[in-house]
């Protein structure tokens, strides 16, 4: 059983990094907020488990990845995209600061663009160009084949580069 200082410890350490992961799957700092939480909660009741094959982080990832997962499969979820397609009705003045907020985040062409993508295919473009990961930690983190996450990461460049002007290619190109 780990110490509160430990569980503090892990908590200040990876809890900004997860919550991006999270975000980047349900879109909603809130949620991502709630779905990191419930990571950690579980890390923490099974933290004997922990073999040690791995890194902390690419455990907590793997928790992090599958508990988004879950909830994308949820009702809950369902729910809240209907609730949000409500919302985008309502006149700018009605919405609250946090969703304008928000809003203006995901107005950057390829945020909005890579946030489209399929989840299988969003995934393998954030963990390779926004955490760096190589094709062999994703496959371990995914759970697939380093060949599955080669041919999803190249099939969500060939996505992306569909939807991207000329300018916005040459960055994701050059990888």
């Not at 902390?56 to 928790?63: D, E, G």
Request: glycine residues 2%; charged residues 30%; contains cysteine.
């Amino acid at each position: 059983m780990l110490s509160n200082r430990e569980m503090n410890d892990v908590m200040d350490t990876y809890s900004g990094y997860l919550l991006q992961i999270s975000y980047m799957y349900v879109k909603n700092w809130a949620t991502a907020e709630d779905l990191v939480q419930e990571s950690f909660i579980k890390y923490f009741k099974a933290a004997n488990q922990f073999r040690e094959e791995a890194s902390i982080k690419t455990y907590l990832t793997r928790i992090t990845i599958n508990t988004c997962h879950d909830y994308l499969r949820s009702w809950k979820n369902k729910k809240q995209i209907f609730s949000r397609a409500l919302l985008k009705r309502l006149p700018d003045q009605e919405k609250g600061i946090e969703a304008r907020i928000i809003a203006s985040i995901e107005q950057t062409e390829l945020t909005k663009h890579v946030l489209r993508l399929p989840v299988m295919y969003r995934e393998v473009i954030l963990l390779f160009y926004y955490e760096e990961f190589t094709t062999a930690v994703m496959a371990e983190l995914l759970g697939v084949s380093e060949n599955t996450v080669k041919t999803r990461l190249r099939r969500a460049r060939g996505m992306l580069k569909e939807r991207l002007d000329d300018t916005e290619w040459e960055v994701l190109s050059h990888e």
